[in-house]
């Protein structure tokens, strides 16, 4: 099952165990994967290819929506990014753990790269 095309969206307090978020991977029909974090710096505003559900386990931080907007990010969130949705990753000042369902099976990096501009987005308003 695809997501619904439309914008990133953050559900807060979404999940509190590994089994919930994996039990709403399977509902989604996603690809399960774990992405570690380290430091890094702000990303600029861009679009994926394939549908993605981040699920922060450990760490915090923040993701930009396509006004801008930064939307803080703890344990327990939820990112929902449908495929062409414009966002971006915020600064990470210490390690973040992710739980990461994306809609193929292939390895993360791969699928997510490359960064697409987001005057390109297939949803972007024309």
Request: aromatic residues 6%; hydrophobic residues 35%; charged residues 30%.
């Amino acid at each position: 099952m695809a997501l619904e095309p439309g914008p990133m969206k953050v559900i807060h307090n979404f999940h509190t165990t590994k089994e919930e978020v994996l039990e709403d991977i399977k509902k989604l029909d996603l690809w399960p994967t774990v992405y570690v974090s380290e430091r890094m710096d702000e990303l600029p505003l861009h679009w994926h290819d394939v549908d993605n559900c981040g699920y922060v386990m450990e760490g915090k931080s923040y993701v930009v929506n396509e006004q801008g907007e930064k939307i803080p990010l703890q344990a327990g969130d939820k990112l929902h990014i449908p495929a062409g949705a414009v966002h971006a990753e915020g600064e990470v000042e210490d390690r973040m753990v992710y739980i990461v369902g994306i809609s193929k099976p292939e390895n993360l990096l791969d699928a997510l790269l490359p960064l697409h501009p987001p005057e390109e987005s297939p949803l972007s308003k024309r």
